[in-house]
Structures are given as C-alpha cells and as structure tokens.
C-alpha cells in the first residue's frame, strides 16, 4: 500500500507564489492588499499578523504566502452588519461551519444579542459600555469575571486590559497562552530563570546545527525557512524531529530566490529527520544525553557545569538509570537513531534547539522542554552567539501580551510595581488559566466573560464541554474582527464589539497612533497600520478597553498616575510612558521604538544570570513518563478491545487558528477537504480500512463521556505505526477537558487517545 502521492517533493517555489496571488485576488480589494503586502514588517510599515518569527528590518522585502493570507483575510469588502445579523439568527448561524462564519466578511458595528428574537441587534457605543459597566459593578465578587485575551493584541491594548483588570479587582486573565506555548514558559522558568527564548535572529547564521522538535515552520512559521534555508546552504546541519514528514522541512525553495522559483531546484533543509512516535521526544532527548556521556564526554561542558548549574550529580543519576529499551520503545527511535542525532549535537560549537505545539501540547511537555535544556547545559549550549534555546511563537503578539502583564499568576514583583507607581491595592491570588475558567463557567461560578481577540469556543478542548461552558455567562462580550462560533455561545446577554485589524489606520486625538508587539526573539518594535478601517463604527482595541475601564471605574486620573483612561486612548505614547515606569526593560520605551528595528528586551539567561532560587541553572531530574497518555486516559485503555490510536490536532496549509482560510493543505498532497484523518499504511490494513474510506473518530477517557467526530476520510501517510493525525479544531470535541499537561493544563492536543470504526452513515460534506 502506497503512501499519499499527491505530496509535492519541495515545498515553497513557484505554487507558494501562485496560492499568494490567488489569495490577493479573491478578496476584492485586490489594491489594497498589495499595498499592505509591500508594508509588511517594514520599519514604518505594520507588523504582520501572521506569526511570531522575527525580522531583520533592512528594507528588504519580507513577506510570506500565508503571511499574505492573514493580511488578505482582514482586508475585505464583505461586511457583517445589521442586515447580516436580521437575516441570520443566532441557531441558523450556529449550524454554519467555522469556514463560513469568518467568510462572511468583517464585524461592521456593535451588536447586542436578544434573546426573545434570538438575533443580534444593533445598539450604540455608548449603550454598549453601559451595560458592561453596570454588569461588571453589580456581581458580587470581581472573580466572577473571566479576562481573555489572543495572542494578537497589541502591548498597549494589553497593558491597558490588565490593568483594568487588576483594579477591577480580579487575576482572571485565561489566554491563547495557556493552550500553546504555556509549558515552554514553565520549563524555562524553573531550569533558567526566565521563560523566553534565549537567542536572536542572527544567531541562526553562527549556529552549526539547529534542531527543530515538533514544529511545522514550512506552514506556521515560513519566514523562518528562509533562516534554515540560509543556515543549511552555509553548511550548518539541521536535524528534525518530528512525527510527520513535513515537506518543507526536507526541501524548500525559496520564492524570493529566482533558479530557485523558477527550475526544479531547491534547498535541501534537514541533514537528518526522524519521526519519532507522538510523545516520544523526552525519551530520544534522554537517549541523546545518554550517548553523548557514552560515546562524547569530551562535548561535556565541565565548566560550564560547575559555573553555571545545579544538580548535576542528581541528574546523571536518573540518566543512568533511564534504559535504552524504554528509550526506544517511547521515542519510537533505535538506539542507533538517536546515536546519530546526538553524534551531531556533541560535535557543533553552537546548537540551537527550536520547538513548537509538536512538544507543547502534552501530557509531559514541560518535563520534555527541560530535558532539552538539560543537553544544552550539559554541553554548554547558552548563552553564546549561535547556541540556545528557541520556543518559536505563534501569535504574533503571544510573548508581549504576558510581557505586559496577560498572566493568571502574576510574580509579586510585578504587582508591587504597579501598586507601587499607581498607589493602589491590586489582588495578590492567583486567577484562572483557560483550564479553571471553563471550568468555573460550567460550574456557572462566573458571570460575565470578555474575550479581547481569538475565538475561545473553537480554540478550546472538548468542544460539548466548552461550548456548554461559554454559554452559561450571563454576558458573553467579544471585541473581534470576524464573526466566529465564540459570538454564537449566548444565552442572556452578549455583544459584538468591532474593532480595528492591524492593518488598518487608528487616528485618535492626538494623531496616527502606533502599537508595539514584541516578536519570539524579544525584540520590541513599533507598527502603524495604513489601510482606512472597514467601518466608522469600529473602534480600536484601546479605545474600547479603556472605554470599557472608564465606564466601569470613571473616567478619573487612575491612581497616582497623572492619565485617565480616556486621554491614554488619546495617546497611546501616554500609555507606553506608563508602561516604562511599571514593567522591567521598557524605560525610555516612547524613544527606543523610534529605531526602526526596535529594541531588544534584555535575556538574563543569555547573558548567563539565573533568575533561580539557587542561582544556577537547574538541571531538571525526572524520570521518563510511565506512559505518554493523561492519567486520566492510560487506565481506560484497558476499557476497549479496539487498536488503541494516539492522534494529533494540527494545523493544515490553509488555516490561521480556527480560521480557515480555505479545504486544501497543499505541502501534505491534500486537496478540497479537511475532514481526513492520516494512517500508516500498516495499520490501516489491520483495521481493514482502504485509503478513501471513512471513518468515525472516538476518544476513550475514564469520564464516562462519549466523544466521537463522524465521517473522516482515510488518508495513508508516512507516519509512525500506532500514530494518527487529524485537523484543528475538526477534532477538538475528541480532547478531554481534564486531559492537560502536567502542570501547564494546557490541552494534551497532540495525544489523545482514540479509536476508529468505519462510518455507517453517510459523509457529511465540507462547505
Ligand atoms: N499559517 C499559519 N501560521 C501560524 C498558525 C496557523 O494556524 N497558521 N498558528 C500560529 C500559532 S498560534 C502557533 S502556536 C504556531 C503553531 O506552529 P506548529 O507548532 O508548527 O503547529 P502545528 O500545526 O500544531 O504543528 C505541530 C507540528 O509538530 C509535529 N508533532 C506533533 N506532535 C509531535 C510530537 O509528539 N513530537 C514531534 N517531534 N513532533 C510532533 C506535527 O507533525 C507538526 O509538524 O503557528 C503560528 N503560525
Ligand atoms: N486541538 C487543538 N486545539 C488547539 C491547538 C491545537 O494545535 N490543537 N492550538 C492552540 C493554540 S497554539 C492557540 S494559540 C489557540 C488559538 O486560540 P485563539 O487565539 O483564541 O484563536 P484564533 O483562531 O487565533 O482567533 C481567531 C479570531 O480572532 C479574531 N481576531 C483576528 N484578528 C484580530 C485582531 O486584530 N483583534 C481582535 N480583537 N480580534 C482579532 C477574529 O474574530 C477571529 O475569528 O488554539 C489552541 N487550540
Ligand atoms: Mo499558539
């Protein structure tokens, strides 16, 4: 049996060109999107809303084909307004795909859901604010309100919102952080004392190998090719792991590279790929460790070690102790395998290790991240151009919002500091991560939700769950751009709040106004937007959160500080002056944005300062997992006779998040659907299933809760036995809501446990 033949053998060149066009034409301000396009991550142009990767500024030209995908995407003509909103009630919209309510254009004025018509009405501004303000002053503790936020507000936009938040009197801020990057911030935290990458863009060309753990940057992150593009062509040795075979991650083309675009020519990318089983890297990090004490002890950084670690001894113990059998049988890798991937570890100066969700989104995440970090300490890899750590983003303003304070645990530190500056008493207590408020929302414990961006209800695990959830706040409020199923979730009361994009122009009192986003790299720089916005009726999110702050407080100076809300949305520079005084690394903030890169927020990890309680950089001693899968999801194994599958939720070609910009994922051979599920050719025979058959997905967890996705076409694919891979958010409904990383809680989306049974009924079509 042959694996899917419609993959391309190179990704990027001429057809990542051509879907660019494709997507500038189709949405019908073809002028405008070119414009924006040529504005793209310029000095004085806008920071793309794609990804998080950083850019180097100087003037050349830098935009991708899905970068041009989500500026394309924004900029519409199509509007959802009242009219839309009388012709479509709330059920019927219910009933349309994820794909359909994002086409329908962008949210064009406010909007109020009532519920004896069940649709959404019209209604002021001012109307608007109101009803928040006097929602929010009548509950009875301010923990009976939920703050989220995605990961695309800017720090201005989000500084505002904590703060608000804070006064308001709650540490409610669940974010798209808690289901993305959150162990990545843990697993620095505790083993170097600050949870950011500890290397710049430039050090991708002084590295001489880079390893790339579970991460699909052919996709999610394409300018990031261009760095491995350039890294493997000058010689350094790229060595992957990942579950699939991700083409571009074998080959790529570059678009701006004309023999490239144009001939059959490209890059070969990685100098080793391994496909480890999902959940396996732990233990082929582990088995890295172990061969370079075996077979290079003169890679060990003995020095460093002494200088700059603690517990050393502990750990070389429980590395000893760790088995090559369970190595292998975990990792999915032979010993021989993993051999090689460490072979080219000890014998590189300079190692950087990247990961993404393929390491996150699991049970045991944040034990894998540190036990990276333990191979970079054990042979010195930090703190020197060309070696270190790169947890690579997604949102494009993901870091900066907790930078900014977007953080259910805030540090006593950073509330001293602002109850110090503003001379206000701030709650100390811990507020809820996504986990915990969905949670106190099923349990009906909170009262109003306010979503600053992202669609939560698509983006959350164990969508039956979820959507029950955000259903039961009495006031749902969404500051959004595109209708999404989080505005769809009511029952009381909910409005629509229409704001800005980035792309778009925000004039205030004061002038053309800039934000700032911080990038995965930690630098900080500033983007205007120049198209003229889609609606008068929309607001920017600063105005709307600081008129939802002055509604709900009064608009009087806050604190000591000499601003109220509204003269801060008359100049964000007033907010950034505040922001300068109260967060670490942003004095003189109004001036270093003037610098057309940015500025960069200092590492005290690269600078080899530990933030620790002890000081050192922490070796991190766990044990390998007794099994990959939630504790809540190993003992129900034995509930089933069926071949017990672990399956992934990714993101296909085509798709922003939960928006999805169109059926086709092109660098995986896949055309015009989405719902498919990927098998090993192997197993698929065992089961008796034909590539093209359909079948319906059922996750197994000891809740005693049925969860099935119906009508997944098969698609064979070159994947590890025992493994599969499906689409985000189709599969989202599979996901136990108890089933999250250790610690983290962020969804163990790229291990859950399910079986499969041929379809009875007939296949559902996509629209
Ligand atoms: N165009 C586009 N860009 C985006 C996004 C988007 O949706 N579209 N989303 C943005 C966001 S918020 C984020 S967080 C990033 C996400 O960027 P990625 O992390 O690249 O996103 P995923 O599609 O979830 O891909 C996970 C990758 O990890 C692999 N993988 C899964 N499990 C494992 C495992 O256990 N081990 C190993 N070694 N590999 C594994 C999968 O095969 C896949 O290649 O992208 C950002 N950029
Ligand atoms: N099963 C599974 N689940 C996952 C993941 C997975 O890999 N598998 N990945 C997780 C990850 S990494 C993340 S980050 C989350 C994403 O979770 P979110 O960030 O909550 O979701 P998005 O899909 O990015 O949000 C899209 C919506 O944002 C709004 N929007 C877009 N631009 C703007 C803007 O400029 N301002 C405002 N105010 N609104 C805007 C639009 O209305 C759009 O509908 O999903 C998580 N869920
Ligand atoms: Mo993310």
Same mark, same amino acid.
């Given at each position: 049996?042959?694996?899917?033949?419609?993959?391309?053998?190179?990704?990027?060149?001429?057809?990542?060109?051509? @879907?660019?066009?494709?997507?500038?034409?189709?949405?019908?301000?073809?002028?405008?999107?070119?414009?924006?396009?040529?504005?793209?991550?310029?000095?004085?142009?806008?920071?793309?809303?794609?990804?998080?990767?950083?850019?180097?500024?100087?003037?050349?030209?830098?935009?991708?084909?899905?970068?041009?995908?989500?500026?394309?995407?924004?900029?519409?003509?199509?509007?959802?307004?009242?009219?839309?909103?009388?012709?479509?009630?709330? @059920?019927? !919209?219910?009933?349309?795909?994820?794909?359909?309510?994002?086409?329908?254009?962008?949210?064009?004025?406010?909007? %109020?859901?009532?519920?004896?018509?069940?649709?959404?009405?019209? +209604?002021?501004?001012?109307?608007?604010?109101?009803?928040?303000?006097?929602?929010?002053?009548?509950?009875?503790?301010?923990?009976?309100?939920?703050?989220? $936020?995605?990961?695309?507000? @800017?720090?201005?936009?989000?500084?505002?919102?904590?703060?608000?938040? %804070?006064?308001?009197?709650?540490?409610?801020?669940?974010?798209? @952080?808690?289901?993305?990057?959150?162990?990545?911030?843990?697993?620095?935290?505790?083993?170097?004392?600050?949870?950011?990458?500890?290397?710049?863009?430039?050090? &991708?060309?002084?590295?001489?190998?880079?390893?790339?753990?579970?991460?699909?940057?052919?996709?999610?992150?394409?300018?990031?090719?261009?760095?491995?593009?350039?890294?493997? =062509?000058?010689?350094?040795?790229?060595?992957?792991?990942?579950?699939?075979?991700?083409?571009?991650?074998?080959?790529?083309?570059?678009?701006?590279?004309?023999?490239?675009?144009?001939?059959?020519?490209?890059?070969?990318?990685?100098?080793?790929?391994?496909?480890?089983? +999902?959940?396996?890297?732990?233990?082929?990090? %582990?088995?890295?460790?172990?061969?370079?004490?075996?077979?290079?002890?003169?890679?060990?950084?003995?020095?460093?070690?002494?200088?700059?670690?603690?517990?050393?001894?502990?750990?070389?113990?429980?590395?000893?102790?760790?088995?090559?059998?369970?190595?292998?049988?975990?990792?999915?890798?032979?010993?021989?395998?993993?051999?090689?991937?460490?072979?080219?570890?000890?014998?590189?100066?300079?190692?950087?290790?990247?990961?993404?969700?393929?390491?996150?989104?699991?049970?045991?995440?944040?034990?894998?991240?540190?036990?990276?970090?333990? !191979? *970079?300490?054990?042979?010195?890899?930090?703190?020197?151009?060309?070696?270190?750590?790169?947890?690579?983003?997604?949102?494009?303003?993901?870091?900066?919002?907790?930078?900014?304070?977007?953080? #259910?645990?805030?540090?006593?530190?950073?509330?001293? =500091?602002?109850?110090?500056?503003?001379?206000?008493?701030?709650?100390?207590?811990?507020?809820?991560?996504?986990?915990?408020?969905?949670?106190?929302?099923?349990?009906?414990?909170?009262?109003? !939700?306010?979503?600053?961006?992202?669609?939560?209800?698509?983006?959350?695990?164990?969508?039956?769950?979820?959507?029950?959830?955000?259903?039961?706040?009495?006031?749902?409020?969404?500051?959004? $751009?595109?209708?999404?199923?989080? *505005?769809?979730?009511?029952?009381?009361?909910?409005?629509?709040?229409?704001?800005?994009?980035?792309? #778009?122009?925000?004039?205030?009192?004061?002038?053309?106004?800039?934000?700032?986003?911080?990038?995965?790299?930690?630098?900080? *720089?500033?983007?205007?937007?120049?198209?003229?916005?889609?609606?008068?009726?929309?607001?920017?999110?600063?105005?709307?959160?600081?008129?939802?702050?002055?509604?709900?407080?009064?608009?009087?100076?806050?604190?000591?500080?000499?601003?109220?809300?509204?003269?801060?949305?008359?100049?964000?520079?007033?907010?950034?002056?505040?922001?300068?005084?109260?967060?670490?690394? &942003? $004095?003189?903030?109004?001036?270093?944005?003037?610098?057309?890169?940015?500025?960069? +927020?200092?590492?005290?990890?690269? +600078?080899? $300062?530990?933030?620790?309680?002890?000081?050192?950089?922490?070796?991190?001693?766990?044990?390998?997992?007794?099994?990959?899968?939630?504790?809540?999801?190993?003992?129900?194994?034995?509930?089933?006779?069926?071949?017990?599958?672990?399956?992934?939720?990714?993101?296909?070609?085509?798709?922003?998040?939960?928006?999805?910009?169109?059926?086709?994922?092109?660098?995986?051979?896949?055309?015009?659907?989405?719902?498919?599920?990927?098998?090993?050719?192997?197993?698929?025979?065992?089961?008796?299933?034909?590539?093209?058959?359909?079948?319906?997905?059922?996750?197994?967890?000891?809740?005693?809760?049925?969860?099935? /996705?119906?009508?997944?076409? /098969?698609?064979?694919?070159?994947?590890?036995?025992?493994?599969?891979?499906?689409?985000?958010?189709?599969?989202?409904?599979?996901?136990?809501?108890?089933?999250?990383?250790?610690?983290?809680?962020?969804?163990?989306?790229?291990?859950?446990?399910? /079986?499969?049974?041929?379809?009875?009924?007939?296949?559902?079509?996509?629209?």
């Amino acid at each position: 049996m042959e694996n899917n033949t419609n993959k391309p053998n190179k990704a990027g060149g001429l057809p990542s060109v051509q @879907s660019t066009i494709k997507h500038l034409l189709r949405s019908n301000r073809t002028k405008e999107n070119i414009k924006n396009l040529l504005r793209v991550n310029q000095s004085d142009g806008f920071d793309c809303p794609g990804c998080a990767w950083g850019d180097n500024k100087n003037g050349t030209f830098q935009f991708c084909e899905n970068g041009a995908k989500a500026v394309a995407w924004e900029s519409t003509d199509k509007r959802v307004d009242a009219d839309f909103f009388a012709q479509y009630s709330v @059920s019927q !919209l219910m009933k349309q795909s994820d794909y359909w309510l994002e086409y329908q254009g962008r949210l064009a004025q406010p909007m %109020r859901y009532n519920k004896k018509t069940d649709h959404y009405e019209p +209604l002021s501004w001012h109307d608007a604010f109101e009803i928040i303000a006097n929602k929010l002053n009548t509950l009875s503790h301010p923990d009976e309100a939920e703050f989220y $936020t995605s990961g695309r507000a @800017s720090n201005e936009a989000s500084y505002l919102y904590q703060l608000f938040g %804070r006064i308001y009197g709650t540490n409610n801020f669940p974010d798209c @952080s808690n289901m993305c990057h959150e162990a990545s911030g843990i697993a620095l935290t505790q083993s170097i004392g600050v949870g950011k990458g500890t290397v710049v863009l430039d050090d &991708f060309d002084c590295a001489d190998s880079i390893f790339v753990f579970g991460q699909n940057p052919g996709t999610n992150h394409p300018r990031m090719m261009n760095a491995l593009r350039k890294a493997a =062509r000058s010689g350094c040795k790229i060595v992957t792991f990942n579950n699939l075979k991700e083409v571009a991650l074998e080959k790529f083309a570059s678009p701006q590279d004309p023999k490239e675009l144009l001939a059959a020519s490209a890059t070969t990318i990685s100098h080793c790929y391994f496909t480890p089983k +999902l959940g396996g890297d732990m233990a082929a990090v %582990r088995g890295m460790v172990k061969a370079v004490i075996e077979q290079h002890s003169a890679s060990i950084d003995i020095d460093f070690i002494e200088q700059h670690t603690n517990g050393f001894d502990t750990y070389i113990e429980s590395v000893k102790r760790t088995d090559w059998s369970k190595i292998e049988i975990q990792s999915g890798l032979s010993k021989r395998q993993i051999e090689q991937a460490a072979q080219v570890f000890a014998l590189s100066k300079n190692v950087i290790s990247c990961w993404a969700m393929g390491l996150t989104q699991h049970k045991h995440s944040v034990d894998t991240i540190r036990e990276i970090v333990n !191979l *970079h300490l054990l042979t010195g890899n930090l703190g020197r151009k060309g070696a270190g750590l790169c947890p690579v983003r997604g949102h494009s303003n993901v870091q900066g919002n907790r930078t900014m304070g977007i953080n #259910e645990k805030p540090t006593a530190a950073f509330i001293e =500091r602002l109850e110090q500056y503003f001379t206000i008493e701030l709650p100390k207590q811990s507020g809820h991560n996504v986990h915990a408020a969905l949670k106190a929302l099923y349990q009906k414990h909170i009262k109003v !939700l306010i979503c600053l961006g992202g669609n939560l209800a698509a983006a959350a695990p164990d969508s039956d769950f979820t959507f029950k959830a955000i259903k039961n706040a009495e006031l749902n409020v969404q500051i959004s $751009t595109k209708l999404n199923r989080s *505005h769809l979730l009511v029952s009381e009361d909910a409005l629509i709040l229409p704001c800005f994009g980035r792309t #778009e122009l925000d004039k205030q009192k004061s002038g053309i106004q800039k934000i700032t986003v911080e990038d995965t790299f930690s630098m900080v *720089h500033a983007s205007t937007g120049k198209t003229t916005p889609v609606s008068e009726q929309c607001l920017s999110e600063v105005d709307i959160v600081a008129q939802i702050a002055s509604y709900t407080l009064g608009n009087k100076a806050i604190g000591t500080s000499p601003y109220t809300w509204t003269e801060l949305r008359d100049d964000y520079a007033k907010i950034r002056t505040l922001i300068s005084q109260t967060i670490v690394g &942003f $004095t003189d903030f109004n001036k270093k944005i003037e610098t057309p890169c940015g500025f960069h +927020l200092t590492n005290s990890a690269a +600078l080899l $300062t530990w933030n620790t309680n002890s000081q050192k950089a922490e070796f991190n001693c766990s044990d390998l997992p007794t099994s990959i899968l939630s504790d809540n999801l190993s003992d129900a194994l034995t509930y089933t006779d069926s071949t017990v599958f672990t399956l992934q939720s990714l993101r296909s070609h085509d798709q922003y998040n939960t928006t999805i910009y169109g059926m086709d994922d092109r660098y995986r051979g896949i055309k015009g659907e989405r719902k498919v599920v990927f098998i090993n050719p192997d197993d698929a025979k065992q089961l008796n299933l034909s590539d093209g058959d359909t079948v319906d997905i059922q996750s197994i967890c000891n809740d005693g809760v049925k969860r099935v /996705v119906n009508g997944f076409k /098969v698609v064979f694919y070159e994947i590890p036995r025992g493994n599969l891979a499906a689409y985000y958010p189709e599969t989202n409904p599979l996901v136990a809501i108890d089933s999250y990383g250790e610690q983290s809680f962020t969804p163990a989306s790229k291990s859950i446990a399910v /079986v499969l049974q041929k379809s009875a009924t007939a296949i559902e079509v996509a629209t």
